[in-house]
């Protein structure tokens, strides 16, 4: 299978400071997450707010879950079937756009929400794992910005995984 082709545009300022396009392009940096996930970081911030100065290329930062604290990710994900299994929690709210194929996410409890192309979802620190049993890839946008620990009751809710 090949790697979701997904278009990345950057606007920037020239030094006069005048608007420009600063990059036009197909994502390219994919790497492999875990087996059968693949992963393309379209944006990086490392502060909040985020700082839209500067000539760098913050897509091509690594970035795990965010940056730093308070920073965030803009990412492409390309669960292959049969994607490795990876429970886990961030701290970090995620807004999540199916852009092609289906997907299950399993919560910690058993329970499953199938989504399909055009579904969005909010993830918000919750222990989660994805799920590919179909036949083709499922692609995310995914947007994760940095959030403090989830509370429940008298207990903070850690990230893992």
Not at 59 to 84: A, C, H, W, Y
Not at 94 to 104: A, H, K, L, N, R
Request: glycine share 10%; charged share 25%.
């Amino acid at each position: 299978m090949e790697l979701p082709k997904v278009r990345r545009v950057v606007t920037g300022h020239d030094a006069s400071g005048k608007a420009i396009v600063k990059i036009d392009e197909l994502c390219a940096n994919y790497r492999e997450g875990r087996p059968g996930a693949f992963v393309s970081n379209v944006w990086t911030t490392d502060t909040m707010p985020a700082d839209n100065s500067g000539q760098d290329d913050k897509g091509q930062r690594e970035g795990k879950f965010t940056m730093l604290e308070n920073g965030s990710v803009f990412r492409i994900i390309d669960f292959r079937p049969g994607v490795q299994q990876r429970v886990h929690r961030t701290d970090t709210i995620d807004y999540i756009v199916v852009m092609s194929g289906e997907i299950d996410m399993e919560l910690e409890t058993g329970e499953e929400v199938h989504l399909k192309s055009g579904d969005v979802m909010v993830q918000r620190g919750t222990v989660h794992n994805w799920i590919n049993r179909g036949t083709q890839s499922c692609v995310l946008a995914v947007i994760l910005i940095h959030a403090n620990s989830v509370v429940a009751g008298d207990k903070t809710l850690t990230p893992f995984g």
